[in-house]
């Protein structure tokens, strides 16, 4: 009989004895085995902490060797700072640059994997910035800005635990990646502060400086749920859903109240409310500021608005009410329709 014949029933009596085998052998062994699954057993939290410690000091030895083949050792350049990053920095300036908490540095470069996959790159048109001590970077940048005191670049290799960590960063950076960076300095910024200002602490300039830091917000005893709103000045509005839009025709009245802005709500200086009623789109019953806002924003019922004086009122402004050009002048206003019982 030819082998090619029998080599159905050979590979099904094959297949048919292993399988028996394989099931009598489970059966067998696991009934009388004690031994939890793997994948039922509970990890200690020391066991956790070994873990990553065996983890740190093999990283410790890859980054060493990395380093010993570099030939970094052998620079005056090179050091080990406490953190487990190493450095190597080009040559040392005599009089280090004055980086503190909160400036922003900005340097050119590369971060990659030590086997030189580019992870981000930095050019000119497109720096890396981080504030110091303040950005939600891994701590291992904050660490390498400061290090940019004493020189323009720099070479490093931080240990995952300064980058991102046993997670990594989701498509971009693998899970428990050394990072190798090397850099350029490219500007510092320093932290600003009121006393940097070149201007009035009560001009426009100086409030738009409050608004853009987010020192400056919205009244929130005025609006509850201010939304910014498209204009020349700053301004905010609240909606109120549950009315009618207010239309050409629709009677109103309007609460106004006006005052000279300073940095916070508490350092307004109030100058009054004044209430009167029209219908909308009458002529000349509020100011076109207010006119804008109200037009493209129907189903609002409340403002907060701050100005220069001059683009209100003009270029001589209103003295007698203290506001001079240059000032900021705010308003807070409500629209109110009125019922026929009400005109």
Request: aromatic fraction near 12%; proline fraction near 6%; hydrophobic fraction near 45%.
């Amino acid at each position: 009989m030819k082998s090619w014949f029998l080599r159905p029933y050979l590979r099904l009596f094959s297949l048919s004895y292993f399988s028996g085998l394989s099931f009598f052998l489970v059966l067998f062994l696991g009934c009388d085995s004690v031994e939890e699954p793997a994948s039922m057993r509970q990890v200690s939290p020391n066991q956790l902490i070994e873990l990553n410690h065996l983890n740190v000091l093999k990283q410790r030895a890859l980054i060493d060797s990395v380093v010993f083949f570099r030939g970094w050792i052998e620079s005056p350049g090179f050091k080990e700072n406490a953190s487990g990053i190493r450095l190597l920095s080009a040559e040392a300036f005599e009089q280090a640059k004055p980086i503190k908490q909160g400036d922003t540095l900005s340097w050119l470069g590369k971060a990659m994997l030590l086997d030189s996959t580019v992870l981000f790159d930095w050019n000119e048109a497109e720096p890396f910035s981080i504030i110091v001590d303040a950005s939600n970077w891994p701590l291992g940048f904050h660490e390498l800005a400061k290090e940019m005191r004493y020189c323009n670049a720099l070479s490093a290799i931080v240990p995952s635990h300064l980058g991102w960590g046993l997670t990594g960063l989701s498509g971009a950076v693998p899970p428990d990646a050394v990072i190798w960076m090397e850099l350029d300095f490219f500007s510092l910024r320093p932290k600003k502060s009121e006393i940097d200002f070149k201007y009035a602490p009560d001009s426009w300039d100086a409030f738009i400086d409050a608004f853009e830091s987010e020192s400056f917000r919205a009244d929130s005893a005025w609006l509850k749920r201010p939304k910014l709103l498209a204009s020349p000045c700053v301004a905010w509005g609240d909606e109120d859903s549950k009315r009618a839009a207010f239309v050409t025709g629709t009677p109103v009245s309007i609460s106004v109240r006006t005052f000279q802005s300073g940095q916070n709500p508490k350092s307004h200086v109030d100058l009054g409310w004044n209430q009167w009623e029209f219908r909308m789109g009458d002529d000349q019953q509020v100011l076109p500021l207010f006119e804008a806002l109200i037009s493209q924003n129907p189903k609002y019922s409340k403002w907060e608005c701050h100005c220069p004086v001059d683009m209100v009122f003009g270029t001589e402004g209103i003295p007698s009410a203290g506001l001079l050009p240059g000032h900021v002048v705010g308003f807070q206003w409500e629209l109110s329709p009125m019922t026929m019982d009400n005109i």
